[in-house]
């Protein structure tokens, strides 16, 4: 189980936050109210995350409103919201910091609205999940929009299989969102509530992107303002089987990754299709993966299949180099999911 969550997870977490200093900062922001709250000498900053609908809205404190959406009360939301975060800063890369903070405001403004309007809605027929109208607090308006970007646009490539059920790189987002949003009838609203949030702004409904984008003065205040402390300077890539030990590991699951190469190559056979690749080198001096990658990369070539610009970027948004990102690309006849295989795998 240990190594099917690395695999999980190593794909997301080689960059760090280079290029996404709004997700550094979302994170920080959140992890900075939540710790005062837990400090027993102010302790009772906490009450100003309580956010009573309708009461505040024809009262002085609609303050309120925006404090109750800075940070969650409960540890394990806080723990798979940074979680969420981290994965979810491939979207920063990939919209620019401006567009990606313009994203988090509007989506945020648009699910809070409907979070309130559906607690009016089941107040008219005496349904209370909201503890007498009080908000849930936590950040549900800027993590749920997400995963309606994470699910259209992420591609989405099988690990393993649990109990028949296959696992993919994504499995454990949509659960860490999951936990999140279960706690109570409340949050499960709130989720739902991002998630439409999320449609609406992706599809531009009433022009929405237009309405809620981050003035440029602000992006440039912001910028020199806290650029300095939300930087991150560009990771350095790191050397891997430094051991025996990796290179044993490295050394299976490469024969693993032949076996299965060779099954497919067997009933590509069987239909016909195609001619069988070898996977080993005979001299071995190029690695194992050398001549297969090579020969997919002939057939590649004379197929004529160049590598979209498209498909380039959303491999280097998630962390790839963007020479791997080509090959990988060519060998696979620019199939995405193939290609997220192959640069996982290697």
């Not at 394990?76 to 940074?82: A, L, M, T």
């Not at 970007?149 to 296959?166: A, E, N, R, S």
């Not at 004379?302 to 491999?315: H, K, V």
Request: proline share 3%; with cysteine; charged share 20%.
């Amino acid at each position: 189980m240990g190594d099917m969550a690395a695999a999980m997870l190593s794909h997301q977490s080689t960059t760090g936050f280079y290029k996404a200093p709004v997700c550094k900062g979302l994170i920080g922001g959140m992890l900075l109210p939540f710790t005062a709250i837990h400090i027993p000498m102010i302790a009772h900053l906490r009450n100003y995350l309580a956010c009573e609908i309708p009461q505040i809205l024809f009262s002085s404190q609609i303050w309120r409103i925006l404090f109750n959406r800075l940070t969650f009360v409960h540890s394990k939301d806080i723990i798979c919201s940074v979680l969420v975060i981290y994965y979810f800063r491939i979207f920063e890369r990939r919209m620019g910091s401006k567009k990606f903070a313009s994203h988090l405001i509007g989506t945020c403004t648009i699910s809070t609205a409907l979070e309130i309007l559906v607690m009016m809605l089941l107040s008219q027929f005496n349904i209370d999940y909201h503890n007498g109208g009080f908000l849930p607090p936590g950040m549900y308006g800027f993590i749920f929009p997400f995963y309606v970007y994470y699910f259209l646009d992420i591609p989405q490539v099988t690990v393993t299989h649990f109990l028949g059920i296959p696992v993919t790189g994504k499995t454990i987002t949509y659960l860490l969102g999951l936990q999140i949003g279960s706690t109570t009838a409340a949050t499960a609203i709130s989720a739902l509530c991002g998630i439409l949030a999320g449609m609406i702004y992706r599809r531009n409904i009433f022009k929405v992107q237009k309405w809620l984008m981050v003035p440029n003065i602000v992006a440039k205040f912001c910028d020199k303002a806290f650029g300095w402390l939300l930087y991150s300077k560009e990771p350095k890539q790191l050397q891997v089987g430094a051991t025996l030990e990796l290179q044993r590991q490295e050394q299976a699951e490469m024969w693993e990754q032949q076996y299965f190469y060779n099954r497919a190559q067997d009933f590509r056979q069987a239909r016909g299709q195609g001619y069988s690749e070898r996977l080993v080198d005979e001299n071995q001096d190029e690695g194992l993966l050398g001549s297969f990658f090579r020969q997919r990369r002939r057939r590649g070539n004379e197929n004529g299949s160049e590598p979209s610009d498209e498909f380039i970027q959303i491999l280097v948004d998630m962390g790839f180099e963007r020479d791997r990102a080509i090959d990988a690309l060519r060998i696979s006849s620019n199939d995405l999911e193939t290609a997220t295989s192959i640069l996982l795998r290697q």
